[in-house]
């Protein structure tokens, strides 16, 4: 079946975004429908061939594409965050990583018969795992917060440093079988970390000084990286992924330098080049494999699994905070994802351009790793957890979209009867005054791909969304509706009566956050006007009519808190539920007596 170029590129766009939009669905890494779809379009139909689609564009357009997703992967790892992930985690991407590199170098050589180079390069690209892939399997299996924080950050952390130390071995791979010597290998890395440097202090220079526009900031981010990599190929050949890389991570560790816009725009379009690029790569695969590869990927899966992680846990963990049974789960949990994916079939297209034998095998075999990593954990995780009893308790606290003064006060009356909260948002002014006040806060899109990185959801089992904001409101409606269930996600109006008919509120499937007639302007109001939270135990003898008694009809009841730390809110869907035993914050107006004197 032949389709044109255009209707290619197109289904490529629509098939990506049906991916995506799966995985979210689902709770599984995309990578997974991504490599899949290719592999039906490509080796099983014949529908898709990449390289005669795209001729010569195909290797420049994989490898700036690659070079994109590095950047983005590396400008979030903040050097200062590592002081705080524990030794576990430390030695997990130290000297983990390098067990897991041996045993599956071992692997590849003994079982698939390639050389130890290549082998080598195998066992780089196929150490690392990756938030991508890690954070929709926590959100699966919930295991404890040890549990979580350990994962999390391991993939948060080897995500680039894995890529960076894949493209040294890469180098220096390709520089022994061009005949280069030492010198030149160090000469490349030289260069290589001397583009990434100068691009990151170029770009940096441009934004300290507002010599870009806010919407050119990403476009002139975007160019500068991909410059680059392109110069930095042009002046030593292969150094083009070391220079982005280093870019990254110095611009993520330049202080007073705010690059959160630039990533977001960088979120997206990884988003887009990874979708397309995956079903690219996948579909490229020979047909039918070398002989004896299927086992050969079934049989290293083995090892990754029985062997090389728990070996990798066992010597990670010794003498850290982890029960047996929580160190069983670390040990099963390892999905390999996105950098293992990109990197090895850019460096195989590579490799197999300059006749190196056995680099074939390396794409499919790294692909069998990581639909095999992804498919049997995920189908094995969540009941393994249970069995091990290291799954979290049910989450109770509140996730609070918004940190102007209306959402730090519910945070405030939330977290002082010991509620777990954490106030998100993206405005650093709001953020630093929700610190201030001493509340647990994430800087940042709370809708972000970053987010779904790096925010922690622990604990959290719902979500108030009280941005001034409406579209993040809606946003983060949609995002946390599958996290935390429809009946748990509530909205805070923010347009008075008058606009009610522009209110798009009700199409979010959210309930409105403290009742129909609620907003955030009319509590901003009854603030200024002194009102307070109150909590307040009700009894027997003191009911919701005591409570009105004291404090007056206008009062506004906002949530109740049960014996067992649940949260009951107050919506346009679910009436007040004042019992005695329970807690009840409300927002009441000043006494006569709490007014200044004139």
């Known amino acids: 079946m032949t389709l044109s170029l255009p209707l290619q590129l197109a289904g490529l766009v629509a098939l990506g975004f049906a991916a995506q939009w799966l995985a979210w669905r689902v709770r599984l890494p995309a990578i997974l429908f991504l490599l899949l779809i290719g592999l039906a379009l490509g080796p099983a139909l014949g529908w898709l061939d990449p ?63 390639m050389s130890w180079e290549l082998a080598t390069l ?91 526009p806010e919407y050119l900031q990403s476009f002139g981010a975007l160019a500068l990286v991909l410059l680059t990599f392109t110069v930095s190929n042009e002046i030593a050949h292969e150094s083009g992924l070391l220079a982005v890389t280093l870019m990254g991570m110095i611009l993520a560790n330049l202080r007073g330098l705010a690059i959160e816009e630039i990533l977001s725009f960088k979120e997206h379009l990884s988003t887009l080049l990874i979708s397309a690029l995956f079903i690219l790569l996948a579909a490229r695969l020979p047909w039918p494999l070398p002989p004896g590869t299927p086992w050969a990927g079934v049989a290293i899966l083995l090892v990754a699994q029985f062997v090389a992680r728990p070996l990798s846990v066992l010597v990670s963990s010794v003498g850290g905070a982890l029960t047996w049974r929580e160190r069983a789960l670390v040990a099963w949990i ?33 692909f069998a790793l990581i639909i095999g990593t992804v498919v049997l954990q995920s189908a094995t995780a969540a009941p393994l957890a249970r ?139 009854r603030l200024d006007q002194g009102w307070r939270t109150k909590s307040t135990r009700l009894s027997d003898t003191f009911d919701l009519a005591a409570f009105h008694a004291q404090h007056g009809e206008t009062a506004l009841p906002l949530f109740t808190l049960d014996e067992q730390g649940r949260v009951h809110v107050v919506s346009d869907t679910r009436a007040l539920e004042a019992r005695p035993g329970r807690s009840l914050t409300a927002l009441v107006p000043p006494r006569p007596d709490d007014a200044a004197p004139a």
């Open 51 to 113: 390289q005669a689609a795209l001729g010569s564009l195909f290797f420049p357009i994989v490898s700036l594409g690659v070079a994109v997703i590095l950047f983005e992967g590396s400008a979030t790892l903040r050097l200062e965050e590592l002081a705080g992930v524990g030794g576990t985690v430390l030695r997990l991407v130290s000297v983990g990583a390098i067990v897991t590199l041996a045993v599956l170098a071992a692997a590849a050589h003994w079982i698939a018969g």
């Open 122 to 212: 195998f066992g780089a690209l196929t150490c690392v795992t990756g938030p991508t892939v890690i954070v929709p399997m926590l959100r699966s299996v919930r295991p404890n917060a040890r549990i979580a924080n350990v994962l999390r950050w391991e993939g948060i952390v080897i995500d680039p440093l894995g890529a960076l130390f894949a493209v040294l071995v890469y180098g220096a791979i390709a520089s022994h079988h061009e005949g280069h010597s030492l010198a030149l290998f160090g000469l490349t890395i030289l260069v290589g970390a001397a583009s990434g440097a100068a691009g990151a202090f170029v770009l940096a220079f441009l934004l300290r000084r507002h010599w870009l």
């Open 334 to 366: 390892a999905p390999r994802g996105i950098v293992a994916a990109a990197v090895s079939a850019l460096f195989a297209l590579r490799l197999e351009q300059d006749g190196l034998g056995g680099a074939e095998l390396l794409v499919p075999l790294t």
């Open 387 to 525: 069995r091990l009893g290291v799954t979290a308790p049910e989450p109770r606290g509140v996730l609070v979209v918004g940190a102007n003064r209306v959402a730090r006060a519910v945070a405030k009356a939330l977290a002082d009867q010991d509620v777990a909260v954490l106030v998100a948002d993206d405005d650093w002014s709001d953020i630093r005054a929700a610190r201030m006040e001493g509340l647990p806060t994430w800087y940042g899109d709370p809708v972000s791909a970053h987010a779904d990185r790096t925010l922690d959801l622990d604990g959290l089992g719902t979500l108030f969304a009280m941005s001034a904001r409406r579209e993040q409101n809606s946003l983060a409606c949609v995002r946390y509706r599958t996290e935390f269930g429809r009946h748990r996600v509530h909205a805070l109006r923010v347009l008075a009566g008058g606009d009610e008919r522009r209110d798009y509120g009700s199409t979010l499937r959210a309930s409105r956050l403290f009742g129909a007639d609620v907003t955030l302007a009319l509590l901003e109001e």
